[in-house]
């Protein structure tokens, strides 16, 4: 099939770009694309009629790679009822989400081939998106034995991580990142002191201090990732951190960058858009892991992404049950759905002035696609054809009960938004669109 | 009617002038409660049920007292030998019990935000008598009552408030109240016990008990928990005695007439010399308790009001 989007806003985040013109799908992978001149001037260049190809006029909306997004969370094996492939992939899907890299803090966790095998094979038959699954670092994620990496990334592995466990003794994760250096294998890590964030369910100052909640320093998130620093000077390993939200954090990953190290981090979109005043009346659907920050931490956040420092924006989307979040805030579960809701919060980023399209793509698609040596997230000639076409002005207030996931435990139930996604393609086939 | 609340969650949700209608009434009932007939009738035909998530006699009994007094029907439920043991939700203990009409319900739970949680489910008026970390809002109106009574007005004192202040609910009330009241408050203790930004909440801190306590009015303690030992915010009782522990030395820089406050049960010779907190001259101690139970009937008489007329419309 061949198909041609015309009068697109073309969001090139290799190039930088943000301009109208025309795309060409052929074969599951974009053939050509072109800003400015008419359609047919286009298509006569590529040697084709209008008649052999299926036009869908864009009417001005914006084109752009789809996301590629690090650290889904599916409930399977174990959850089902929280998340299953089919209705996360659906998610997935109406929120412009082309790959899914999944987590393994499933219950049991997936720390072996076996387990990676049966989640691959439900994958494949139930998502209509991408999906690359994560394996963990250590045996159930305990932190003691490092699981079998090589069989696991035969088995189709894209990263290992103990995701919000964190490796406390040193020589075992000095031991993993040594062998997982030697196989090329990315390490994905959350920096984090462990004896300082026990039982917290905020951040340390006035807010935590009215409210009563036990909190942490944001000190924290520094310390864990000086330690991870020191860890990867030592073995070399590629190494990424889930999540910096903390301006603390900033320095040192600036220096880690600078030094050469093969470093990247990224950062929740709920860490991004929201602030630990959000929390108000201990609504547990603001409870997130780490806790949200202060709005300066915020804003120093966003300009880390602004400069490129911080790589990755990612929904780190997590379903809990309603009985999970319906308890006293220090009780409830940590984590939120953001597979939805992830693009149109980014976008309240580009609504501010704060971020650029293709400096929210670069974030959103390049950016991992690259960490993971994917050929996907950019818009370029030969690329799969993995896009999302959406309207980034549309305002819409958004009600928890229309998510296509089985939880909805959202933060941003009943806010005004602006911008949707109008169709989502997965190698030049969609897998969704807006009726 | 200058008090509009439904329930009694917080000091952060009372305006000055609802502090002040509850004062004003509570100091009625004190008057009633020295009477040899202490029997009003302005909870007849309520109930009144005390649920405790978390072990508590002396509120307990001070919130049992004052629906009595006050001719309610209460009803005591110890949560922690019930359902709650056996997996029940709080949502559903809440829903459980609002299926038996209560009128009143009055809370105390070991987690901060969880009466809040709870009141948002039921029909009836929700007292919070003690929330974690939170609030603890008939003790900060005690502690009130106490010091109006013994100083004649609330407002321009220097009131410290010294102790565990990060795990302490009834210094988060207190200094909400004091600070909508116009005192100045300052909070000693040692830097481990002093929870973060709390200088942005309007108080001033202090590490040294002696410059803290420099010509204030009202020395409020507080209990130091002993399970906090174990967490290493101290290295020994001994040394906390003698740092922050109130006797007649420390005292001894406050104002002459400074009056000395606890809101029990007390650790004595760990936070608090025996001998001082059994002085009548500077102890109010046990006006404190006698306080309790008045400001508890008054809160519940003006909720009750409200209940009532919120029905009648």
């Known amino acids: 099939m061949t198909l041609l989007f015309t009068n697109a806003r073309l969001i090139d985040p290799e190039a930088g770009t943000d301009e109208t013109g025309h795309l060409l799908v052929q074969d599951g992978v974009i053939a050509a694309l072109a800003t400015g001149g008419g359609a047919a001037a286009f298509l006569a260049a590529q040697g084709l009629k209008p008649e052999a190809v299926t036009i869908e006029d864009a009417r001005g909306h914006c084109l752009a790679p789809g996301i590629v997004d690090i650290g889904v969370k599916v409930c399977e094996p174990g959850e089902r009822h929280k998340e299953s492939y089919r209705s996360a992939g659906l998610a997935a899907a109406a929120g412009g989400v082309t790959t899914m890299v999944t987590r393994p803090d499933t219950e049991p966790a997936i720390d072996t081939p076996e387990v ?216 409830a579960a940590s984590g939120a759905v953001a597979l939805e809701t992830l693009l149109p919060a980014a976008l309240r980023l580009y609504h501010a002035g704060h971020l650029t399209l293709p400096q929210l793509f670069r974030a959103m698609a390049l950016n991992p696609a690259k960490r993971l040596g994917l050929p996907t997230g950019r818009l370029s000639v030969g690329a799969p054809a993995d896009l999302v076409l959406f309207d980034a002005d549309v305002p819409f207030v958004l009600d928890r009960a229309q998510l296509h996931s089985k939880s909805r435990n959202t933060p941003f139930d009943g806010a005004r938004m602006q911008g949707r996604v109008l169709a989502t393609l997965v190698a030049g086939k969609p897998v969704y669109r807006r009726p | 009617m200058t008090f509009s609340q439904r329930h009694l969650l917080g000091i952060e949700h009372l305006a000055p002038a609802e502090i002040t209608a509850i004062l004003d009434l509570a100091d009625d009932y004190a008057a009633l409660n020295r009477r040899a007939d202490k029997h009003g009738d302005a909870l007849r035909g309520l109930t009144q049920i005390n649920m405790f998530f978390e072990n ?218 025996g001998t001082l907190a059994d002085d009548i001259n500077r102890s109010v101690i046990q006006d404190q308790v006698e306080m309790g139970v008045a400001v508890r009937m008054a809160a519940m008489d003006l909720l009750a009001r409200n209940l009532r007329d919120r029905r009648a419309a």
């Open chain 1, 116 to 331: 990676l095998e049966f989640v691959r094979r439900r994958a494949n038959e139930a998502a209509p998106v991408r999906v690359l699954p994560m394996a963990a670092l250590t045996k159930g994620r305990a932190g003691r034995e490092m699981t079998e990496i090589g069989f696991l990334m035969d088995a189709g592995a894209v990263a290992f991580t103990d995701c919000d466990h964190v490796v406390t003794d040193t020589k075992v994760l000095s031991r993993a990142l040594t062998y997982a250096r030697s196989l090329g294998a990315l390490v994905i890590a959350h920096p984090q002191d462990p004896g300082l964030s026990a039982g917290a369910a905020a951040t340390s100052g006035k807010f935590a201090s009215l409210r009563g909640l036990p909190a942490v320093s944001p000190m924290a998130e520094r310390m864990g990732l000086d330690r991870d620093i020191a860890l990867i000077e030592m073995t070399g390993a590629k190494y990424h951190a889930d999540q910096i939200t903390t301006r603390r954090a900033l320095p040192a990953l600036a220096r880690a960058k600078r030094n050469g190290l093969d470093i990247t981090a990224g950062i929740s979109i709920h860490h991004l858009t929201l602030n630990e005043f959000d929390v108000a009346d201990y609504r547990t659907f603001f409870k997130v892991k780490p806790p949200l920050r202060a709005e300066e931490d915020r804003q120093g956040m966003i300009e880390a992404v602004a400069e490129g420092l911080i790589d990755v924006i990612c929904s780190m989307h997590t379903p809990q049950d309603e009985e999970s979040k319906r308890r006293p805030f220090e009780e």
């Open chain 2, 56 to 273: 508590s006699t002396r509120t307990q009994a001070s919130f049992e007292l004052a629906g009595k007094r006050l001719g309610a029907d209460v009803m005591n439920m110890s949560m922690q030998t019930s359902s709650v043991k056996k997996g029940e939700t709080l949502i559903d203990t809440a829903m459980t019990l609002n299926a038996m009409h209560p009128d009143l319900l009055v809370v105390r739970h070991p987690s901060s935000g969880a009466v809040d949680l709870l009141a948002q489910k039921v029909n009836c008026a929700v007292l919070n008598a003690g929330d974690g970390r939170h609030e603890h809002p008939t003790q900060a109106l005690l502690d009130a009552l106490t010091i109006r009574r013994a100083k004649g007005r609330l407002h321009r004192l220097n009131v410290a408030i010294c102790g565990d202040i990060a795990h302490s609910r009834v210094a988060r009330s207190n200094i909400l109240l004091l600070n909508r009241m116009e005192s100045r408050i300052r909070l000693i203790g040692p830097p481990t016990l002093m929870p973060a930004g709390v200088a942005d909440l309007g108080c001033e801190v202090y590490g040294d008990m002696a410059e803290g306590l420099k010509d204030v009015d009202v020395v409020m303690m507080l209990r130091l928990q002993k399970e906090r030992m174990d967490g290493g915010f101290i290295p020994s009782e001994r040394e906390y005695y003698h740092r922050y522990g109130l006797d007649a030395e420390k005292l001894a820089l406050a104002k002459p007439d400074a009056i000395v406050m606890h809101p029990g049960p007390m650790n004595r010779g760990v936070e608090i010399d």
